[in-house]
């Protein structure tokens, strides 16, 4: 099975820091890797999907980039709202898997 | 809108049992594999199970494999979830989803749209 590694497992960042989030698969993924962001007590939203795309109404300041088993999802400018925790996540031989997940806070 | 609502959860003993829904509204529900992940509190998340499109083809994890059964009744619009022989462990909140796209594969592979989640605690 595929194991995803996030790092690191928890952030302290202000409002306009730049955040960089890297997950790492234990065999080549191709572009096979998503993101999603959960804020307390309610649903994860996928925000990226196969490595770099996303859906009509993202903020243009998150984004995501890799391919192969190093990927990286970054926030190009930190916004109130974006605290939360963020998630990668694969799938392979019709098996999902998440990675650890990265506590994004308030320094 | 796509929305999704689960229903079902609540407190059982160890080794009891369970039976979570989910409705689907909004979109073409036969068209789309689903999913259900869990998260247990404080915790990560875990993908427990999907179902492709039309129910042919079920996958599990390691971890609750033999004990739940995914399936789905398309005229219903509704997602299952029977969890047998149920552990402390299992306690969590339980999530559905819908994939993103259509089911092309049999297999789901982007859970795009989540339900609320409904909680499932496992205790005496």
């Known amino acids: 099975d595929i194991q995803l590694t996030q790092s690191p497992s928890s952030l302290s960042a202000s409002v306009g820091d730049r955040v960089t989030i890297t997950c790492r698969a234990s065999?080549?993924?191709?572009?096979?890797l998503n993101w999603y962001q959960q804020k307390p007590g309610k649903a994860p939203e996928l925000l990226i999907f196969?490595?770099?795309y996303f859906e009509t109404g993202l903020p243009s300041r998150f984004s995501g980039s890799g391919s192969g088993t190093d990927f990286t999802f970054t926030i190009s400018s930190l916004q109130p709202e974006d605290f939360a925790t963020y998630y990668c996540?694969?799938?392979?031989?019709?098996?999902?898997?998440f990675g650890g997940g990265t506590k994004v806070d308030i320094k | 809108e796509v929305r999704l609502l689960e229903s079902g959860g609540g407190l059982v003993q160890p080794g009891g049992s369970l039976r979570l829904s989910c409705g689907g509204s909004?979109?073409?529900?036969?068209?789309?594999?689903m999913t259900w992940v869990r998260q247990a509190p404080g915790k990560g998340l875990e993908w427990v199970s999907s179902?492709?499109?039309?129910?042919?083809?079920?996958y599990y994890a390691d971890s609750v494999k033999g004990r739940f059964t995914i399936s789905r009744d398309n005229s219903k619009k509704t997602l299952y979830l029977q969890m047998n022989s149920l552990r402390a462990d299992d306690t969590a909140v339980y999530y559905c989803a819908r994939d993103l796209g259509v089911d092309v594969s049999n297999a789901a592979t982007t859970p795009g749209y989540w339900g609320q989640g409904t909680l499932v605690t496992v205790s005496s």
């Open positions: 065999q080549d993924i191709n572009n096979f």
């Open positions: 196969d490595g770099s």
């Open positions: 179902i492709s499109d039309r129910g042919e083809n079920t």
């Open positions: 996540q694969t799938y392979n031989n019709v098996l999902l898997t």
């Open positions: 909004g979109f073409t529900f036969r068209s789309y594999a």
